[in-house]
Nanobody, 122 residues
Framework: VQLQASGGGLVQPGGSLRLSCALS??????YGWFRQAPGKEREFVAA????????YNTESVKGRFTISRDNAKNTLNLEMNSLRPEDTAVYYC??????????????????WGQGTQVTVSS
């Protein structure tokens, strides 16, 4: 199983970025995006279950971020709009088989990508 994240970079406040995570190996129950800012704990961003149902950290990213999975290309994507300086972090993609009540817990994901840096600054 391998996950390879890409798409990070420097963007101005209000801008957009699209992160992608190339997936290989078996299919998992859930795929997620987490982020970690300097000096802070890893934070759940969004997840998509095998059923297609999506979950978001509504407090942080509601209405601005969209998670999707492209089965044909075997990629996990995160479309980020209206970016804010507080979105600055290393973003990680993850795969695992968490139970529904733990979809936002990092402990529910066994496999992780290497992370991609997102910096929102003018």
């Amino acid at each position: 199983v391998q996950l390879q994240a890409s798409g990070g970079g420097l963007v101005q406040p209000g801008g957009s970025l699209r992160l992608s995570c190339a997936l290989s190996g078996r299919t998992f129950r859930s795929y997620g995006w987490f982020r970690q800012a300097p000096g802070k704990e890893r934070e759940f961003v969004a997840a998509i279950f095998y059923s297609g149902r999506k979950y978001y950290n509504t407090e942080s990213v509601k209405g601005r971020f969209t998670i999707s999975r492209d089965n044909a290309k075997n990629t996990l994507n995160l479309e980020m709009n209206s970016l804010r300086p507080e979105d600055t972090a290393v973003y990680y993609c993850a795969a695992g088989d968490p139970i529904l009540s733990s979809v936002s817990a990092s402990g529910g994901y066994k496999y992780w990508g290497q992370g991609t840096q997102v910096t929102v600054s003018s």
